[in-house]
């Protein structure tokens, strides 16, 4: 077999045997403010793999404040930045609270998730999300 053969194949599993992300249930949210607000709270749910993205429009050099509110200790968020591949704050690490001053203005994306170990045990985290922008 030629090596480009065999690339063809490879990448053709990949494809086929896709990601679990693939398989993932992700639910999308714009965020907008109330008029006159500078901040918002969201009471929702995730439960298993799936996981919800917030996207919230931010101006660089304002400061962006995210608390995540929830009774399973295993729930987490991300804050990416507009374009990033890695995230710019990652609360599995850092913590369920954060205050970022934005660097670059465009839409950032807050990612709420359980972590695998939960995950595969198919728990619901009911939680509390707070964000400010000032």
Avoid: H, W
Avoid at 71 to 87: C, D, H, K, R, V
Wanted: proline share 2%; charged share 20%; with cysteine.
């Amino acid at each position: 077999m030629t090596l480009r053969r065999f690339s063809r194949i490879a990448a053709l599993l990949l494809i086929v045997g896709g990601s679990p992300a693939l398989a993932d249930d992700i639910r999308r949210e714009a965020v907008q403010f109330a008029r006159g607000a500078s901040g918002s709270t969201i009471k929702s749910k995730v439960k298993g793999y799936d996981s919800v993205q917030y996207s919230l429009r931010v101006t660089a050099g304002q400061k962006m404040s995210v608390q995540l509110d929830c009774s399973n200790a295993s729930l987490y968020f991300n804050i990416t930045a507009p374009g990033a591949s890695e995230a710019l704050y990652n609360s599995s690490i850092d913590g369920n609270g954060a205050t970022v001053t934005i660097p670059s203005s465009g839409k950032y994306l807050i990612d709420v998730y359980l972590m695998r170990n939960a995950a595969r045990r198919g728990e619901t985290a009911n939680y509390t999300l707070t964000l400010y922008v000032e």
